[in-house]
């Protein structure tokens, strides 16, 4: 099945940030695979921005490579690169500063006028955030149709977050901030809404009467080598369970919104953030990651890698939470996330509750049913349902899945599905903030995690060591066997 183009007005784009580690890996590629969908008319813009001083052959040719590196070789056909490759420019800029703002004034000028989708993306570290947003607007490059795309971290704490929405306040409605989680824009999770949604299978079982626990994690085998300043001060709390976690689990947990529109859709995640309940200490574990006996690597060994051998900042952590709501009183919700793990993996787990009565005895064996949903890598949903173990040998149960993998179901042969970045940035210049965060859910999401954090550090926490190459530190096992339950696997 070939997915649908929907073609756009030509747009324009600035990438602030544009010889950064994300705009080269994820947003210019993402670019370019829309423009080989077809996606992006001639007569867009695409202006790179960053203090690097390259002449626009010189950008280019830096980005042919990356393009080169980054896409499906099958993409890359030459004349189709060179015809991305003229609607891209670039413009030497310091965000923090005046020089090489009235060049991108020049280059942003003409074309369609304030009617013009033009569109900044804010792809670099978060100090620069509030000075970018006040250049844009005293240098008279805001309109009505001015959407900016602010990356993560939105924000170190509640304070910080309140901070930085009063300033992009003062200058964009909030029609026109697109706060981005890519973990939004990936297929499964929007899957997961038309699963939940768009059948009438599953809500009637979606509450605590029926579903045991959820489990979610979000599992990578990178440690944190080229980002150690940021983690070391953000740690996996703040940098995945405030925002990635958090948004999994309000769109597992919150109530059909009353249509799919981006409003209806972020106050019921807002509401699942509200009715959190706070987490006791014994209901977390946090995790730092150390070599294996024997193996030896600096990315082994987190506080080698960060250069502070007293370093007590999280590289994983797992919690445990309740939402005090009808729907889910009582149904534990479990989150993970940390580096340098065993496999890297995203999923979410739906844990149903056993058949009440058995009427196939004991000896049978008891299954319940779970549902599993595979945000990455191989994004699909996979329904484990009981039935009779084949053969003779009587009425014996056993699991089989129900498997639906995005890729081979979804797509043309070979295919992938569209990567999250594309998805979310087509999303921008179509002006649809449905996949966005809301000012309003962010400050939740840290009013919630803020305490916690400060609990820690109140008592003076620190992490529990576990080996690179694990499934995470034991006491998190203990966190869920104290419930007679189990963590799923973490398997790639
Ligand atoms: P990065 O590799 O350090 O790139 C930073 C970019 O900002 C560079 O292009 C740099 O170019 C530019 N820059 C720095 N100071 C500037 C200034 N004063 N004026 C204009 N440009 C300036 O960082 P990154 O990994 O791309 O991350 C960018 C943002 O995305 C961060 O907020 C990060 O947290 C977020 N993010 C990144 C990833 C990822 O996978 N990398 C994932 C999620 C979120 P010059 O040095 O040439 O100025």
């Known amino acids: 099945m070939v997915s649908r183009v929907i073609p756009v007005e030509p747009f324009d784009l600035v990438v602030f940030g544009a010889t950064g580690d994300l705009a080269r890996r994820k947003i210019l590629p993402a670019l370019f695979r829309r423009f080989c969908a077809g996606q992006i008319p001639d007569g867009t813009r695409i202006i790179g921005a960053a203090r690097s001083e390259y002449s626009i052959a010189e950008y280019r040719d830096k980005l042919a490579a990356d393009l080169k590196k980054n896409t499906n070789d099958a993409l890359c056909d030459a004349n189709v690169l060179a015809a991305f490759l003229q609607l891209v420019t670039y413009v030497p800029l310091d965000g923090s500063a005046e020089t090489g703002w009235p060049a991108l004034c020049e280059r942003l000028s003409g074309r369609g006028g304030d009617e013009r989708v033009q569109v900044f993306y804010f792809s670099v570290g978060p100090a620069l955030f509030e000075p970018l947003a006040e250049r844009l607007h005293s240098y008279g490059l805001t309109s009505a149709a001015t959407r900016i795309v602010v990356e993560k971290p939105f924000g170190h704490d509640l304070a910080s977050a309140r901070d930085l929405n009063r300033t992009l306040a003062s200058h964009f409605d909030e029609g026109q901030i697109y706060r981005i989680d890519h973990y939004l824009g990936k297929e499964t999770v929007q899957n997961l809404m038309a699963v939940r949604f768009g059948n009438m299978l599953f809500e009637p079982l979606w509450n605590s009467q029926y579903v045991d626990h959820i489990q979610i994690t979000v599992a990578e085998t990178v440690g944190v080598l080229g980002r150690e300043d940021y983690y070391e001060r953000?740690?996996?709390?703040?940098?995945?369970?405030?925002?990635?976690?958090?948004?999994?689990?309000?769109?597992?947990?919150?109530?059909?919104?009353?249509?799919?529109?981006?409003?209806?859709?972020?106050?019921?995640?807002?509401?699942?953030?509200?009715?959190?309940?706070?987490?006791?200490?014994?209901?977390?574990?946090?995790?730092?990651?150390?070599?294996?006996?024997?193996?030896?690597?600096?990315?082994?060994?987190?506080?080698?890698t960060v250069g502070n051998q007293r370093s007590s900042t999280e590289s994983y952590i797992a919690l445990k939470t309740h939402i005090s709501n009808w729907r889910w009183a009582g149904t534990p919700f479990y989150l993970r996330t940390g580096k340098r793990l065993k496999a890297r993996s995203s999923v979410i787990n739906v844990m149903f509750k056993d058949a009440p009565h058995s009427i196939f005895g004991e000896?049978?064996?008891?299954?319940?049913?779970?549902?599993?949903?595979?945000?990455?890598?191989?994004?699909?949903?996979?329904?484990?349902?009981?039935?009779?173990?084949?053969?003779?040998?009587?009425?014996?149960?056993?699991?089989?899945?129900?498997?639906?993998?995005?890729?081979?179901?979804?797509?043309?042969?070979?295919?992938?599905?569209?990567?999250?970045?594309?998805?979310?940035?087509?999303?921008?210049?179509?002006?649809?903030?449905?996949?966005?965060?809301?000012?309003?859910?962010?400050?939740?999401?840290?009013?919630?995690?803020?305490?916690?954090?400060?609990?820690?550090?109140?008592?003076?926490?620190?992490?529990?060591?576990?080996?690179?190459?694990?499934?995470?530190?034991?006491?998190?096992?203990?966190?869920?066997?104290?419930?007679?339950?189990?963590?799923?696997?973490?398997?790639?």
Not at 254 to 283: C, N, Q, S, T, W
Not at 388 to 407: H, Q, T
């Open 234 to 304: 953000a740690g996996a709390m703040r940098d995945m369970t405030q925002n990635h976690l958090m948004q999994l689990l309000c769109l597992i947990a919150m109530e059909p919104p009353a249509k799919f529109d981006p409003d209806a859709v972020r106050d019921e995640k807002l509401k699942v953030i509200r009715a959190l309940d706070p987490v006791e200490p014994y209901h977390i574990v946090r995790g730092q990651y150390a070599p294996a006996p024997g193996a030896v690597g600096r990315d082994l060994n987190y506080r080698e």
């Open 363 to 492: 000896e049978a064996g008891r299954h319940a049913n779970h549902l599993k949903i595979r945000l990455q890598p191989n994004e699909g949903i996979t329904l484990s349902v009981t039935i009779k173990e084949p053969g003779p040998g009587g009425m014996r149960l056993m699991d089989v899945p129900l498997d639906m993998s995005f890729a081979e179901a979804l797509g043309p042969e070979g295919s992938e599905p569209a990567d999250a970045y594309e998805r979310l940035i087509m999303d921008v210049v179509r002006g649809n903030q449905t996949l966005f965060m809301r000012g309003d859910e962010v400050e939740a999401a840290w009013g919630w995690t803020d305490p916690i954090i400060a609990g820690w550090q109140a008592r003076g926490d620190v992490p529990k060591p576990y080996e690179s190459g694990s499934a995470g530190p034991g006491d998190a096992d203990l966190l869920l066997r104290r419930d007679q339950r189990e963590w799923r696997g973490i398997n790639p």
